[in-house]
């Protein structure tokens, strides 16, 4: 089974700040890759997928990239809205599903 | 427009089987490449994927909880069902389902989710 490592746990930034989260498949997914937002009390949401498409409606700040074994999510500059944790999910066709164990965002 | 939701008992005992329904519009279990997954966040913990079920009868199961899980299908109603034995405290957390594309079908993994049910274990 894929497992995913999501690094770092928790992050502390300010306003504006650039921010960086990796994820880490423990074998090549491709580029099967989702990122999502979650924020307290609030349904996940998908921001990304197939690595690096954003999904329809969500601000261009946040971008994906990577392929194979290495992921990466970037807020470009940080808003106030943006302080969540994100979860990155694998979702091969001949495989289970899985997440990572989460990035929160937090004010610095 | 897509929807979906999750209904269930909030409360169940110990060693007690957990039957949650998932009933959705918008969309439907007999069109190719879809699917239906199931995710839980226990209170202060990440997200976990539990199970998954596709248009054409493929289910997937997490490997630490195959052994509990059962999930099943009725296209006629638009509903998915997760059933899970022996609950245990720790299975305390609110249950997902959401709308799964099969990759190469669909690209988007899960992107519509349910608002969520919270189940509580506890005697």
């Known amino acids: 089974d894929i497992q995913m490592t999501q690094t770092p746990s928790t992050l502390s930034a300010s306003v504006g700040d650039r921010v960086t989260i990796t994820c880490r498949a423990s074998?090549?997914?491709?580029?099967?890759l989702a990122w999502y937002q979650e924020k307290p009390g609030k349904t996940p949401k998908l921001l990304i997928y197939k690595a690096s498409t954003l999904e329809s409606g969500v601000s261009s700040r946040f971008s994906g990239s990577g392929s194979g074994t290495e992921f990466t999510l970037t807020i470009s500059s940080l808003h106030p809205d943006d302080f969540a944790t994100y979860y990155c999910l694998q979702y091969v066709s001949y495989s289970r599903w899985s997440f990572g164990q989460g990035t929160k965002v937090e004010i610095k | 427009q897509i929807t979906l939701k999750e209904s269930g008992p909030t409360l169940v005992k110990p060693t007690q089987t957990l039957t949650l329904t998932c009933t959705f519009s918008?969309?439907?279990?007999?069109?190719?490449?879809?699917?239906v997954g199931w995710i839980r966040r226990p209170p202060g913990k990440a997200l976990e994927w539990l199970a998954l079920?596709?248009?054409?009868?493929?289910?997937r199961y997490s490997p630490s909880l195959k052994s509990r899980l059962t999930i099943t299908k009725d296209t006629s109603k638009n509903q998915v069902v997760l059933t899970m034995t022996n609950m245990d405290p720790v299975d305390t957390a609110t249950y997902y389902c959401?709308?799964?594309?099969?990759?190469?079908?669909?690209?988007?993994?899960?992107?519509?989710w349910g608002q969520g049910t919270t189940v509580t274990v506890s005697s």
């Open positions: 074998q090549s997914i491709s580029n099967w």
């Open positions: 079920i596709y248009w054409n009868d493929d289910k």
């Open positions: 918008g969309f439907s279990l007999s069109t190719s490449g879809m699917g």
């Open positions: 959401a709308r799964a594309g099969y990759p190469n079908y669909y690209d988007y993994g899960m992107d519509i």
